[in-house]
T-cell receptor
């Protein structure tokens, strides 16, 4: 079945550092890929998405490119801020298969001032 | 746009009582709503999917008689945890979508603590 694997955290960086959170997926079809962010005590917010190979999703300085050849969707940001501290979830969904979103286990990010 | 609210945001109850959690789509009609459970420092586990006017579809291992889901209107779904026990303590999150799209909008979550 479909699955998502993302790097374990926590990840601790200094402010203005470059961020990469790795995410790979396994899917039999053609899923859409997502990154969600969860701030402390809150629900999930959609950060960005990509619906087909080579698409790049971007939002708030974050980017991720749908790489079918490596089955990856790594999240990157050039210069992180303290306010980016949160838990980041990689996810996929394939409506041709079912209605479910498959989430990775989440990566906790701490940004130090 | 696409705001989903949950009420209450947190609730503490005694073992054996029932608790109702509401999920509302504030500015769109939610044809489908989803209920998730999240344990500390873990990912979201889908509990059930509900379509307006239909019975909910529960995931394997989720007790439908314990977690009652009602989706009576296009803007409201409720999750009732019946005869709650301490092991039901968790963070419950709902999401909603309109039509058959791959984008779900998530509520802020409800933290349930059963004493």
């Amino acid at each position: 079945g479909n699955s998502v694997t993302q790097m374990e955290g926590p990840v601790t960086l200094s402010e203005e550092a470059f961020l990469t959170i790795n995410c790979t997926y396994t899917a039999t079809g053609y899923p859409s890929l997502f990154w969600y962010v969860q701030y402390p005590g809150e629900g999930l917010q959609l950060l960005l998405k990509a619906t087909k190979a080579d698409d790049k999703g971007s939002n708030k300085g974050f980017e991720a490119t749908y790489r079918k050849e490596t089955t990856s969707f790594h999240l990157e940001k050039g210069s992180v801020q303290v306010s980016d501290s949160a838990v980041y979830f990689c996810a996929l969904s394939d409506l041709r298969r079912d209605d479910k979103i498959i989430f990775g286990k989440g990566t906790r990010l701490h940004i130090l001032p | 746009g696409a705001v989903v609210s949950q009420h209450p945001s947190w609730v503490i109850c005694k073992s054996g009582t029932s608790v109702k959690i509401e999920c509302r789509s504030l500015d769109f009609q939610a044809t489908t709503m989803f209920w998730y459970r999240q344990f500390p420092k873990q990912s979201l586990m889908l509990m059930a999917t509900s379509n307006e006017g239909s019975k909910a579809t529960y995931e394997q291992g989720v007790e439908k008689d314990k977690f009652l889901i009602n989706h009576a209107s296009l803007t409201l779904s409720t999750l009732t945890v019946t005869s709650a026990h301490p092991e039901d303590s968790s963070f419950y999150i709902c999401s909603a979508r309109t039509g058959r799209t791959d984008t779900q909008y998530f509520g802020p979550g409800t933290r349930l603590t059963v004493l």
